[in-house]
């Protein structure tokens, strides 16, 4: 996540603020909503942020959302093991 920023932070961009807000938007829902997500395979969800190409993995498991990868929409997609691991 800190590289994402970092890369939003550059003055080129500028959109450092935007792109924490978008993260920390989806982070609220995966609070108070886990089950809103798609499931992709077996228990693995993903949530999309709005407004740039990243994704946060996560699975539910009781009461807690636990978060595996959180990973830019073009890089090669994980298998499950990966993403568990």
Not at 58 to 63: F, G, L, M, P, R
Request: without cysteine; glycine residues 2%; charged residues 30%.
């Amino acid at each position: 996540m800190e590289a994402a920023i970092s890369r939003y932070a550059q003055p080129e961009i500028n959109q450092a603020s935007l792109f924490v807000r978008d993260l920390e938007r989806t982070e609220s829902h995966l609070r108070t909503q886990p089950a809103l997500y798609q499931r992709i395979e077996g228990e693995i969800r993903r949530a999309v942020l709005r407004r740039f190409p990243y994704s946060l993995f996560y699975v539910i498991e009781q009461d807690q959302v636990i978060v595996l990868a959180f990973m830019h929409q073009h890089e090669r997609p994980r298998t499950r093991e990966e993403l568990k691991s």
